[in-house]
């Protein structure tokens, strides 16, 4: 997770200045227990729009461990210094936050500091949780605590000197830490206000889509959603500097969001499925309101394009010989699923790679991620799964094929793939 990775390489450098600062103002006191949870206090509605915004806050995606309870904590995000656990967040007494008042479970979720007062990693993304209202947090608070409780003690994070050193964290939080709700333009309609509130406070988009400086915060102005990276996955840019072959519309960003698919452009895979499947849960309304922001970061009157003519320009005639090996490899590991006349599967859906923005961005670790761990976890099962070929083609095949595939659709060819190739397989393979 090199996202981490550059938190906790910021976070040295942080530690190093506090340590000659002095923390003294940075301590934070505990909050006391409660004996029991005031169930009696939550409604219905509001444990049922608890478990929605939960939904579109991704809690599950990172509280919960492969083949873990949900929400019973313990997924491991490595990185170089050590790994960082997620906790247990379901409302057991002793090993989840059943003893958490509202108090304690606020100032967690606005402020990154836990119970009896300690700072948490921003792995967990509480610069963006701390932008949601005070009724959305009563509410996820009542879903929370009316789930099933979960008794398992989350491993310990243990990184590190320095940076283990968790008051450190209150120097970054300083800099980069901005609390207070989302605000509303008065320039602009409500459903804008809205995708803006879902998407900068419990949708986080920009925790994995902006990049981030030397401090591993994410960078402001121009950058907001300029594309940034998740799990050895390259998150593309939300903006109209995207890569994508056809410009987003309104209506790809609704059926993306609703369905994990869009027909002209392609499918949600590697972190951005689960993303994808929180967001597939939010109503109507919601996800038109989040295409209208992520709008106005585009040229919205762009000419949509013609998905058809483009996959006929980019795919028709072959611009190498025939023979060349990439295109053996593409017939002979990719064409029987990946085929330009989509009516012929009847197995999920089956992207077009011609218009997918992996294959035309600058970046190619989304285009080999892919090949090398297919797409085991699809955003919904309808949409179908695509097998690893880490086992089945190696680094040089990778790269030439990869490579005779943006020569065929008109894009320069990636330098250094096949080294970029076997950094990826190492790397996915250390989080296996
Ligand atoms: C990108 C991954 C990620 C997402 C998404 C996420 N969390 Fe976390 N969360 C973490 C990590 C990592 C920690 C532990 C940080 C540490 O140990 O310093 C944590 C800690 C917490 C804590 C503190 C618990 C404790 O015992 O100290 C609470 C409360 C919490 N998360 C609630 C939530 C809720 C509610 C959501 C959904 C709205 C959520 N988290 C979504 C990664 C995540
Ligand atoms: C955990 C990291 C993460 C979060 C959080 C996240 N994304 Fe993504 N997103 C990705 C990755 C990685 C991809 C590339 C997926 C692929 O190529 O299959 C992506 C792709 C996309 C795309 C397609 C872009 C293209 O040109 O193909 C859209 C649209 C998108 N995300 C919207 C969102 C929105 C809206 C949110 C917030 C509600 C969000 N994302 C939150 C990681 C994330
Ligand atoms: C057995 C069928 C099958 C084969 C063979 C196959 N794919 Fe896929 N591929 C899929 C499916 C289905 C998806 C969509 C998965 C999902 O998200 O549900 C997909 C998704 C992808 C994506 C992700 C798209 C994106 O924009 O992020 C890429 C890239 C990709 N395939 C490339 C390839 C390449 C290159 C090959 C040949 C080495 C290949 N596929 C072979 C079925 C297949």
Redesign the pocket.
């Given at each position: 997770m090199r996202t981490f990775k550059k938190i906790l390489t910021g976070g040295a450098a942080l530690v190093a200045v506090l340590a000659v600062a002095g923390l003294a103002l940075t301590h934070q006191g505990e909050i006391a227990t409660q004996a029991s949870i005031p169930s009696a206090d939550f409604t219905p509605q509001q444990i049922a729009k608890g478990k929605l915004l939960a939904a579109?806050g991704?809690c599950a995606?990172c509280h919960t461990a492969a083949n873990g309870k949900t929400n019973a904590g313990g997924l491991a995000m490595p990185s170089p210094f050590g790994t960082i656990y997620t906790s247990n967040i379901t409302p057991d007494m002793q090993t989840g936050i059943g003893s958490w008042t509202y108090e304690a479970f606020e100032r967690a979720m606005r402020h990154g500091v836990d119970r009896e007062g300690q700072y948490l990693y921003p792995a967990f993304?509480y610069t963006a949780f701390s932008r949601v209202t005070d009724e959305d947090m009563k509410d996820l608070y009542a879903f929370l605590m009316s789930e099933p409780a979960v008794s398992n003690e989350a491993p310990k994070t243990a990184l590190n000197f320095p940076y283990n050193v968790r008051r450190g964290i209150a120097a970054w939080n300083w800099l980069n830490l901005k609390p207070g709700v989302v605000a509303d333009d008065a320039q602009q309609a409500p459903e804008w206000n809205r995708g803006a509130y879902?998407?900068e406070g419990l949708?986080?988009?920009?925790?994995?889509?902006t990049p981030r400086n030397g401090m591993a915060a994410e960078k402001t102005g121009e950058f907001h959603f300029a594309g940034?990276?998740?799990?050895g996955?390259?998150?593309?840019?939300?903006t109209s500097k995207?890569?994508?072959p056809l410009p987003?519309t309104k209506g790809?960003?609704v059926d993306?969001?609703k369905t994990g698919f869009?027909e002209r452009?392609?499918?949600?895979?590697?972190?951005?499925?689960?993303?994808?499947h929180?967001?597939s849960q939010q109503s109507d309304a919601d996800i038109d309101a989040?295409?209208t922001y992520?709008m106005s970061y585009r040229d919205a009157n762009a000419a949509p394009g013609d998905a058809k003519a483009l996959i006929e320009e980019k795919t028709a005639k072959p611009k190498l010989a025939l023979d060349t090996e990439g295109y053996r490899l593409y017939q002979g590991a990719c064409m029987a699923c990946h085929r330009a006349d989509p009516s012929a599967s009847t197995f999920g859906v089956r992207p077009q790679l011609a218009l997918?923005?992996?294959l035309h961005?600058a970046s190619p670790d989304?285009a080999i991620m892919?090949v090398l761990e297919g797409?085991q976890n699809p955003a919904h099962a309808d949409l179908g799964t695509m097998p690893a070929f880490r086992h089945a083609l190696s680094d040089a095949q990778i790269a030439t094929l990869l490579n005779t595939m943006r020569m065929q659709y008109g894009v320069d060819a990636w330098k250094d793939l096949p080294a970029k190739v076997g950094q990826l397989r190492k790397q996915s393979q250390a989080q296996h």
């Open positions: 579109m991704d995606v993304p879902l998407v949708g986080h988009c920009s925790a994995c889509h940034g990276s998740a799990e996955w390259d998150a593309p840019a939300l995207s890569a994508s987003w790809d960003l993306y969001m869009s452009h392609s499918v949600a895979a590697g972190p951005m499925a689960p993303v994808a929180g967001l989040i295409a992520l997918s923005t992996s961005s989304n892919a797409v």
